[in-house]
């Protein structure tokens, strides 16, 4: 298993690569190559990047993540978005 982490998030890259992790040169390229989705924040808890990361989740992929109880602001969850990347039934 590859661990891809975006570079900037958190600790140093060096600290990730140290401990065998790739270090991804943006948020895209973690999703384009990533089977697994681990977030802190997501949609509807992070207001800065949230709603930019639905339309790059895949259908195949799994997310984990805290959520925030209520829903993002604009009303946009990832429940309407059922995997086909942002876009609403």
Not at 39 to 57: E, F, I, M, R, T
Request: proline residues 4%; charged residues 25%; hydrophobic residues 40%.
């Amino acid at each position: 298993m590859e661990v891809v982490v975006e570079a900037g998030a958190g600790y140093p890259d060096a600290d990730y690569v140290a401990k065998g992790a790739r270090v991804a040169a943006d948020r895209a390229e973690v999703f384009r190559t990533a089977n697994i989705i681990v977030q802190v924040l997501c949609n509807g808890a992070n207001d800065k990047s949230g709603p930019a990361d639905v339309p790059l989740l895949r259908r195949d992929q799994a997310l984990i993540a805290f959520f925030a109880r209520a829903p993002h602001r604009s009303g946009y969850s990832l429940r309407q978005t059922n995997g086909d990347g942002g876009r609403q039934r």
